[in-house]
């Protein structure tokens, strides 16, 4: 038994391609944060326990979770203004996709942009609709600084030595 769409996407592939590398190199974003959680209280092999910690929680409370334990653990204040401004930017790469990802486009497949529509409905604002026109080459820009964010953390966590982190701490 098959659905019909009443609307058909008018949205060009290449641009529906875009929005998928935007959702892919954000998920890996998630991970790359979980895998510095989980080197941090020290699931090392045992990732399952790391995934128990950290699968339900939401973008926002794996960055906190993650800055708080690295904060904890290290002293190295040079490490912690790193991982500030690495915090700085994937938060920012979190908007970029949340943006992208929480909207409807329409567009014209033979057009070279699409429009993306975001409706909000504030107390104090009321109904408001947002208009962008997005080429591919934007939408590209958004994915690269997604994998740029991602790659810059997934350096951060490889050179964390837990055996650093908890000799620090106890010492």
Do not use: C
């Not at 989980?38 to 800055?67: C, M, P, R, Y």
């Not at 590209?140 to 994998?147: H, M, T």
Request: aromatic share 8%; hydrophobic share 45%.
């Amino acid at each position: 038994m098959g659905f019909k769409l009443l609307i058909a996407s008018a949205i060009p592939n290449k641009h529906l391609m875009v929005i998928g590398r935007i959702t892919v190199n954000f998920a890996l974003l998630e991970s790359s944060i979980s895998m510095g959680i989980w080197k941090l209280i020290g699931a090392g092999q045992e990732q399952d326990f790391g995934k128990i910690i950290t699968s339900e929680l939401s973008f926002k409370n794996l960055v906190a979770l993650f800055s708080s334990l690295f904060n904890y653990l290290v002293k190295d204040q040079s490490s912690i203004d790193q991982l500030k401004n690495l915090i700085k930017d994937a938060m920012e790469a979190e908007k970029k996709r949340n943006i992208i990802t929480h909207s409807l486009y329409v567009g014209d497949k033979k057009k070279s942009e699409v429009i993306r529509i975001k409706t909000t409905a504030k107390i104090h604002k009321g109904l408001k609709y947002q208009l962008e026109s997005l080429t591919v080459n934007e939408l590209n820009e958004i994915a690269d600084f997604i994998a740029e964010v991602t790659a810059n953390i997934q350096s951060f966590v490889s050179r964390i030595k837990l055996t650093d982190v908890w000799k620090t701490k106890t010492q």
